[in-house]
Nanobody
Framework: QVQLVESGGGLVQAGGSLRLSCAAS????????MGWFRQAPEKEREFVAS????????SYADSVRGRFTISRDNAKNMVILQMNIVKPEDTAVYYC??????????????WGQGTQVTVSS
C-alpha cells in the first residue's frame, strides 16, 4: 500500500502561481497512475489532472488545461502539480491520488490528507 503526503498549498493572488508536491512512501509509484483531485466546500471531489507510469500520457480537466502541469519523478517517488494563472475558482483542498489502473473522473484509489489552496481575487 502506498502512502501519500501533499504539501505546497497556501494563499495566492489570482494570476499567480503555486507548486504542489506529493511525496509517496511505502511502495514505489512506478506501477501507479498518479493524479490530483480537488474538493471545494459543499462540492464533490473533482478530477484535476493525471499522469501515466512513464510520465508521457497526461490528462487534464478542461478547467485547468493550459494553466496547470502535472509531472512525476519516479526516482524520487514524487508527483508535482504546477499551477499557473490561478483563479479564485481554483480554491479547494487538493488531493494526491494513486491508482493501479488509469485514473478517471471517478475518485478511486489511494489518497493523501489534502492541502488547502486559496486564491484571492
Amino acid at each position: 500500500q502506498v502512502q501519500l503526503v501533499e504539501s505546497g498549498g497556501g494563499l495566492v493572488q489570482a494570476g499567480g502561481s503555486l507548486r504542489l508536491s506529493c511525496a509517496a512512501s511505502g511502495r514505489s509509484i512506478n506501477t501507479y497512475f498518479m493524479g490530483w483531485f480537488r474538493q471545494a466546500p459543499e462540492k464533490e471531489r473533482e478530477f484535476v489532472a493525471s499522469i501515466g507510469w512513464g510520465g508521457v500520457v497526461r490528462s487534464y480537466a478542461d478547467s485547468v488545461r493550459g494553466r496547470f502541469t502535472i509531472s512525476r519523478d519516479n526516482a524520487k517517488n514524487m508527483v508535482i502539480l504546477q499551477m499557473n494563472i490561478v483563479k479564485p475558482e481554483d480554491t479547494a483542498v487538493y488531493y494526491c491520488n494513486a491508482k493501479q489502473g488509469p485514473i478517471t473522473a471517478t475518485p478511486e484509489g489511494y489518497w493523501g490528507q489534502g492541502t488547502q489552496v486559496t486564491v484571492s481575487s
